[in-house]
């Protein structure tokens, strides 16, 4: 991978990174605004499991945007690209689909159905 692909990734995980921020204050400021003053219990209830469902999301956002931070430091490392499990190449391809990818497609295969069996 050259320094153009590289920057290219880069930019693509930045984007990522900023796309998340943005949905997360946008989803802080509705929460808040809701909260503020609701009169009637059932409207209450409404909201309160509105909000559980705001935080699930939050947890997803927050692993993937762990993972985004992972592979901009792997880009400063220069070991962006390789995979975790065989240390061959993961592919241009694949990132270009997922960008935080850390495993070969053959890795990624094997790891799944591991998970599979194990029941998880
Ligand atoms: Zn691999």
Do not use: W
């Amino acid at each position: 991978m050259d320094k153009k692909d590289l920057q290219q990734f880069k930019e693509q995980l930045l984007d990522m990174k900023q796309a998340i921020i943005s949905d997360v204050e946008q989803t802080l400021s509705e929460i808040s605004t809701q909260s503020g003053n609701i009169p009637d219990p059932n409207d209450r209830a409404t909201v309160e499991s509105d909000r559980s469902f705001e935080l699930r999301i939050r947890g997803r956002e927050r692993k993937l945007m762990d993972k985004i931070d992972e592979a901009l430091h792997r880009i400063e490392e220069g070991t962006y690209g390789i995979c975790d499990g065989c240390g061959g190449e993961i592919g241009i391809k694949r990132l270009e689909a997922r960008p935080v990818a850390e495993l070969c497609i053959d890795c990624k295969t094997k790891q799944e159905q591991l998970e599979k069996a194990q029941g998880r």
